[in-house]
């Protein structure tokens, strides 16, 4: 079955320094995957989704992409702010009315 | 303000009381959804719905019933809980299934 990984270990950066969080997942190449943060005792909230045909989404400050050859998303926060600290999951729409998460990584950014 | 309402954010039990745990969700979406968060399993789905009366089990079922007799309302219900259903508990909804997911802000239920 599709699993994803994430990095489980917390990730620590300066402020102002661009973060880089990565999502790994097995088997077959899903047609898109997204982008959650998620903020203590809060539900996820949906950041960015890429499709299988694009290599590389922005949004403001947030930037992704989609290695189908290695199966692997990166996700990139440039001039990181403490606000940006939360925990970030990386989810799939397997099909079958399913999508799946990462376990996420926790993201702390230092003033 | 569009947003998927939970009841209640807090909740502690004994073993065998049942209970529920509503859902609602006032963007007309037609999926909804159930999940559990553990640490280090993420989040897991329990069930899911992608209409009025249609409902089928996602990757962790068992002791967890749903119904959808409401567009809006999707409730979980626990009728005999147990301790290894203590976790943390998102209701989401969506335009489709594989549309972005809205959640709600959680309910943390205690099975003692």
């Known amino acids: 079955s599709q699993k994803i990984e994430q990095n489980s270990e917390a990730l620590n950066i300066q402020e102002g320094k661009t973060a880089t969080l990565t999502c790994n997942y097995t088997n077959y190449s899903p047609a898109y995957l997204q982008w959650y943060r998620q903020d203590p005792g809060r539900g996820p909230v949906f950041l960015l989704l890429i499709r299988e045909n694009e290599k590389e989404k922005r949004k403001e400050r947030l930037k992704v992409t989609f290695d189908t050859t290695l199966k692997q998303s990166l996700f990139h926060i440039t001039a990181s702010q403490p606000a940006d600290s939360a925990t970030y999951l990386c989810a799939l729409y397997t099909g079958g009315f399913k999508t799946i998460f990462g376990a996420g990584t926790r993201l702390f950014v230092k003033a | 303000e569009a947003q998927v309402t939970q009841n209640p954010r807090y909740l502690i039990t004994v073993t065998g009381k049942k209970l529920t745990v509503t859902c609602s969700q006032n963007?007309?979406?037609?999926?909804m959804s159930w999940y559990r968060q553990d640490p280090g399993l993420g989040l897991r789905q329990i069930y899911y719905?992608?209409?009025?009366?249609?409902?089928d089990k996602g990757d962790v079922p068992e002791g967890y019933k749903v119904s959808r007799k409401e567009k809006r309302n999707f409730p979980l219900i626990l009728e005999s809980p147990s301790p290894n259903q203590t976790s943390l508990y998102f209701c989401?909804?969506?335009?489709?299934?594989?549309?972005?997911?809205?959640f709600g802000n959680g309910t943390r239920l205690t099975v003692t």
């Open positions: 719905s992608m209409n009025v009366e249609v409902t």
């Open positions: 963007m007309n979406h037609e999926y």
């Open positions: 989401a909804s969506s335009q489709a299934a594989n549309s972005p997911l809205h």
